[in-house]
């Protein structure tokens, strides 16, 4: 027995109805020109080449003003600096300077014994003459004049000696007393000219007679 071969249609394959409708509903046509207004607002911003000119100028002319800016401020600081240096020497200089005028000198600091002796003739009193000696730290010699000036009951006395020797003049003030025998007292020296216009000194004072006073101490610049 034979089997007859049955023909047989072809198979079309048939897309559901709502496929159909969503490939039509976005349907592109191939040819469709493009539509240029919709990328306007995404357009990337140009820049021209004479505006990067203008910005690169610009930049250097800024870097050069901040480099002159720090040329200007370092050679202020220098000259800042400079000025302080200066000050400070100068004030270094004036409390040196200060400092040694107030430092004494080393004859200051050691007082060297000195004796003076004088002899008066008292006929001229209360001003009187006579002459001088010195030994010691200090060896003069030359003519002297006192001024005596007693107190009312005539114990004490305020005395102004001058000395005068061939290159200055000392002169010496004395508080003396006559309770004693002999009389005594102090003597101090409060100026002078010449060679001895820096001298001082004092010491102790002794009246033995005739008419003689014997002042012994110390002398010192």
């Known amino acids: 027995m034979r089997l007859g071969t049955a023909a047989t249609a072809p198979l079309r394959l048939t897309q559901p109805p709502l496929q159909q409708k969503i490939i039509k509903a976005h349907n592109f046509p191939r040819n469709a020109r493009p539509i240029f207004a919709q990328y306007i607002s995404e357009r990337p911003e140009l820049t021209s080449h004479g505006e990067k000119s203008k910005k690169a100028e610009t930049t250097k002319g800024k870097i050069k003003i901040m480099k002159n800016m720090k040329t200007l401020l370092r050679q202020r600081i220098l000259i800042m600096r ?87 003049t000392i002169i010496i003030h004395q508080q003396c007393q006559f309770a004693t025998d002999p009389p005594e007292g102090r003597w101090q020296i409060v100026t002078g000219t010449g060679a001895y216009a820096n001298l001082k000194g004092n010491g102790s004072l002794t009246m033995p007679p005739p008419l003689d006073e014997a002042m012994i101490g110390v002398i010192y610049q």
């Open 82 to 168: 400079h000025n302080k240096i200066i000050s400070a020497a100068i004030a270094l200089s004036m409390v040196a300077f200060f400092t040694m005028g107030s430092v004494p000198s080393a004859s200051a600091s050691t007082p060297t014994p000195v004796t003076i002796t004088a002899v008066y003739d008292f006929s001229g009193f209360p001003d009187v003459t006579g002459t001088f000696t010195t030994s010691g730290a200090l060896t003069i010699s030359g003519d002297t004049t006192m001024h005596v000036d007693l107190n009312a009951d005539g114990i004490r006395a305020h005395c102004v000696v001058t000395l005068i020797a061939s290159d200055g």
